[in-house]
């Protein structure tokens, strides 16, 4: 098993400057960021079709029953 030197050398012997080496791991971490954003919104949508549907059927419920959430008997 190489050492973390050895793992070192080898990563210097690289074409890749450390400047483009770390513009790549921005890059990387804003298209993560993105899809997570993407992924957060996408739940968000989900949560709020769910609970339209469920405030339509109440609705629905009171339109055509508008006493059944109110006190007659006082």
Known sequence: MPTRE?????AKKSSYTE???????????RVGQVEGMIAYQKR??????????SLNKKLTEVV???????DIGG
């Open 64 to 70: 055509e029953n508008p006493y059944i959430f109110t």
């Open 6 to 10: 050895e793992n070192s050398v080898e």
């Open 44 to 53: 968000l949508v989900e949560n709020l079709q769910k609970d339209n549907a």
């Open 19 to 29: 400047e483009d080496l770390k513009d790549a791991y921005r890059k990387g971490r």
